[in-house]
Nanobody, 122 residues
Framework: QVQLVESGGGLVQAGDSLRLSCVAS????????MGWFRQTPGKERDFVAA????????IYADSVKGRFTISRDSAKNTVYLQMNSLKPEDAAVYYC???????????????WGQGTQVTVAT
């Protein structure tokens, strides 16, 4: 059974940092591309960041470039999203995603987590 379990969300002040984690199980983690998406009420789920199976190649949404960093630890079956200089517009439910292709993880992942809430106060 595939599971993606996010953690690390919470309430922070604008300008603060937060690190999200996603622990994966039920599939061969080191063979999968991983990504993060976010969604606010009434809006579509938007792509945030992704990296390939090795972690060497990464891609980011323009809105988070230079502030967010995605990384992975295959020994722990975990993908991270380090978020710095948070802005109120970064507030959303953040979802972890997995796909067996780098393109698929951005366009239509095979697997989703349940989400973790990030709230940014002004």
């Amino acid at each position: 059974q595939v599971q993606l379990v996010e953690s690390g969300g919470g309430l922070v002040q604008a300008g603060d940092s937060l690190r999200l984690s996603c622990v994966a199980s039920g599939f061969i983690f080191r063979r999968y591309a991983m990504g993060w998406f976010r969604q606010t009420p009434g809006k579509e789920r938007d792509f945030v960041a992704a990296l390939n199976w090795s972690g060497v190649n990464t891609i980011y949404a323009d809105s988070v470039k230079g502030r967010f960093t995605i990384s992975r630890d295959s020994a722990k079956n975990t993908v991270y999203l380090q978020m710095n200089s948070l802005k109120p517009e970064d507030a959303a439910v953040y979802y972890c995603a997995a796909d067996n292709s780098p393109i698929g993880v951005k366009e239509g992942p095979d697997y989703w987590g349940q989400g973790t809430q990030v709230t940014v106060a002004t």
